[in-house]
């Protein structure tokens, strides 16, 4: 799919843990080495926030929370209800990121943010985009980046949401903020680990171990695949749920899924552990900087290898959704109990 079509949300699938996309650290050269310089390499050029044309609404963050715990099933069964709803969310979304990256039509213009009641619509319209989609009841959501389409089953996600006890305000913002931080992002083509052919992914496509040529949030590309789509998912969770924690002051967020346990469980724990801001964490991935968020992390795992080798192994435990080897990892004994 090569970044033209986002993985859908809310499944952990199959293909996702075997050994396609998998990230190898080669020889001594990673491990030992290699000199990392993830956290200053500079991402392509972004329009600045000054820069964009429009005048962002300024939202007060308790108001905003208050408006998501009163919000209702009933309510998101109303069409115009449910389009407020999503508007005032993407209006928070661009007030408390203060993304330079997109602006207030490029997530709530016409036939950007899209809400399906059933199911079955919601495949239906993701196949006018990408032919080859299949979904299941798990998958709520879907973003396109091609043509920077999000797609949401209101179905699906209601379901998942009274599974786990959220509420229909919860389960929304939780489902705009994590579609929206998907597109919130700036791919990156220079790093130490890119063209690095100490660095490779296995490609089902290729039947071989290719070098890495771009980041995006947090997956890795080569010429015919992509990996790390699991962690790129669960980092971009972690965030959202975050967000709404320590600026809405809501007592937990949503979670999406098959992506909190051996994920989003733990992860947003051990940033805090390595002292990483929500901001910084947010502008990790929106600049797409994976080996400095590698780096950051790795500072705080026990072993002596270098910390851009200690991180990414741990973020391949997490693509995985691998217990044993996340806490063979060492992440899990350096969070306080």
Not at 246 to 271: I, W
Not at 308 to 322: E, M, V
Request: include cysteine; aromatic fraction near 8%; charge should be negative.
């Amino acid at each position: 799919m090569d970044g033209k079509t986002e993985q859908p949300h809310g499944v952990n699938r199959r293909e996702l843990l075997g050994k396609a996309g998998r990230l190898l650290l080669m020889g001594a050269g990673i491990g030992t080495g290699v000199v990392a310089c993830g956290g200053t390499d500079v991402p392509p050029a972004t329009p600045t926030s000054a820069n964009l044309p429009e005048t962002r609404k300024s939202i007060n963050p308790e108001a905003v929370r208050q408006r998501i715990e009163a919000f209702s099933w009933e309510q998101a069964s109303d069409g115009h209800e449910l389009r407020q709803f999503i508007e005032d969310m993407g209006d928070a979304y661009l007030s408390l990121t203060n993304t330079p990256r997109l602006t207030r039509d490029d997530i709530l213009g016409e036939g950007k943010m899209n809400t399906y009641s059933s199911s079955a619509d919601f495949v239906t319209a993701i196949q006018t985009v990408y032919p080859e989609y299949v979904s299941s009841p798990t998958q709520w959501g879907y973003t396109d980046y091609k043509t920077g389409k999000i797609f949401i089953s209101m179905e699906n996600l209601k379901q998942q949401a009274l599974a786990s006890g959220n509420t229909a305000g919860e389960a929304l913002v939780d489902a705009v903020w994590h579609e929206v931080g998907h597109r919130d992002v700036t791919e990156r083509t220079s790093g130490t680990l890119l063209n690095n052919p100490q660095a490779l992914l296995f490609s089902p496509v290729s039947g071989i171990n290719e070098e890495i040529r771009r980041y995006r949030g947090g997956t890795a590309y080569t010429d015919t695949y992509y990996g790390m789509v699991r962690f790129d998912e669960v980092l971009n969770e972690s965030i959202t749920a975050l967000r709404m924690v320590q600026q809405l002051g809501m007592p937990k967020g949503m979670s999406a899924g098959e992506y909190y346990q051996n994920g989003v469980d733990s992860f947003p724990k051990l940033t805090q552990v390595a002292g990483i801001s929500l901001d910084r964490l947010y502008e990790y991935h929106a600049t797409s900087d994976l080996e400095g968020l590698a780096i950051a992390i790795g500072n705080v795992l026990p072993g002596t290898a270098e910390p851009i080798a200690k991180g990414i192994n741990l973020f391949t435990s997490i693509h995985y959704a691998d217990a044993q080897m996340i806490e063979d990892s060492g992440a899990l004994s350096v969070i306080p109990s």
